[in-house]
């Protein structure tokens, strides 16, 4: 099993050009998650997906943000246009069962994330 | 806000126990108590959760306390490997897990 991918694992780009990240969870979960990591801010979710649902989206910071789950094995999440501010690790994970649930299957496995820096 | 406290950083000799300590007194009866953690620029990684049982793993033990307003996450013998920030994470509300700031755990020599 290859784990959770995301790509492109560095990004660099100018203010006000749109980004994409990439992220293909493991075969057979049923959510999917974005975080982004500062160090001021910590690790914070910014989207969660159940059957490719999007379930809560509370914690995408403005309409800049936009996440979308075409299929059970892909997602993106886009900005645009990128700002300075955005620059961060983001993260993908995905579980085999929602967060919802507690029991076995609800743990989160995340990818290796992509380190975004917007000049 | 983040649920649970948690002391930010702890140090541990190589091949002693290491035990991380979760303050959660706002649990409620059905919050599940998750332990994640994170090596230096990788992603986070799942440990171990429960509900009031303790429970073990290949990784770690959980003791949970009779009233779960406290948890400890313990690593029986910790190795440089396990140096890493701790995560102790009680279901938020609905569907949205807070990560808080976590404990910084230095394994030494």
């Known amino acids: 099993d290859a784990g959770v991918i995301q790509s492109p694992r560095h990004e660099v780009t100018e203010m006000g050009q749109e980004v994409t990240l990439r992220c293909k969870p493991i075969?057979?979960?049923?959510?999917l998650f974005w975080y982004r990591q500062t160090m001021m801010r910590g690790l914070e979710l910014l989207i969660y997906?159940?059957?490719?649902?999007?379930i809560d989206d509370s914690g995408m910071p403005e309409d800049r943000f936009s996440a979308k789950m075409p299929n059970a094995s892909f997602s993106t999440l886009k900005i645009q246009p990128s700002e300075p501010r955005d620059s961060a690790v983001y993260f993908c994970?995905?579980?085999?069962?929602?967060w919802g649930y507690g029991t076995r299957g609800s743990e989160q496995f995340f990818g290796p994330g992509t380190r975004l820096t917007v000049l | 806000d983040a649920k649970t406290t948690q002391p930010p950083s702890m140090d541990c000799a190589e091949g002693r126990a290491a035990n991380l300590p979760c303050n959660h007194s706002?649990?409620?009866?059905?919050?599940?108590v998750y332990w994640y953690r994170q090596i230096h620029s990788q992603g986070p990684q799942y440990i171990i959760h429960g509900l009031k049982n303790n429970e073990t793993n290949e990784m770690a033990s959980l003791i949970i306390t009779e009233d779960r307003k406290s948890s400890t996450l313990i690593l029986p013998h910790a190795t440089l490997r396990d140096t890493a920030v701790y995560y102790c994470?009680?279901?938020?509300?609905?569907?949205?897990?807070?990560f808080g700031r976590g404990t910084s755990l230095i394994v030494h020599p």
């Open positions: 997906f159940n059957n490719n649902v999007p």
């Open positions: 075969s057979g979960h049923n959510s």
């Open positions: 994470i009680v279901r938020v509300g609905s569907y949205i897990p807070t």
């Open positions: 994970a995905s579980s085999p069962l929602g």
């Open positions: 706002t649990i409620s009866g059905n919050e599940y």
